[in-house]
């Protein structure tokens, strides 16, 4: 006799949390990845990042991270997050570089650049791994 009163109903469908893990993983690669195409085009001569695709990416960010909340994913939101205000912060109050001279402009923007393009390699890495980005 099956006494279907001794069963345990899960609370969430079987799956669903791995389920949950694989699409935060699959947003989060294509947040770096838009990331990684504006600061590649960034550092790159003559190449035009679009700003469009870094807004979507920070939307994209913004939105999706309450989902990760508790997940070694968690991280990454925040870490490409914070890496885009930072790099917006420090893009505008080195402007003023470029009236001076274009060269000293053109330094601190190119560094700027090149410290956001390492900041999203590392995350990528860290993500590759299924780890969490040390902050």
């Known amino acids: ?3 279907r009163n001794n069963d345990v109903i899960d609370a969430e469908p079987r799956g669903s949390s791995s389920q949950r893990a694989e699409s935060l993983v699959a947003i989060g690669w294509v947040s770096y ?7 590649v085009a960034a550092v790159v001569p003559s190449a035009q990042p679009s700003i469009l695709l870094l807004l979507v990416a ?5 939105v999706k991270r309450s989902d990760a909340e508790g997940t070694w994913q968690e991280s990454h ?11 917006g912060v420090l893009y505008v ?3 003023p570089l470029w009236l001076l001279f274009v060269v000293p402009g ?10 956001f393009l390492y900041r999203i390699i590392r995350g990528m890495l860290a993500m590759s791994k299924g780890r969490g980005v040390d902050a």
């Open 58 to 62: 920070l939307v994209i960010d913004l």
């Open 106 to 115: 053109w330094i601190a923007w190119g560094l700027i650049s090149l410290w």
């Open 33 to 39: 990845i838009l990331h990684l195409i504006v600061a």
């Open 93 to 95: 109050l080195t402007s």
């Open 77 to 87: 939101f925040s870490w490409r997050i914070r890496s885009v205000i930072w790099a």
């Open 1 to 3: 006799m099956n006494n």
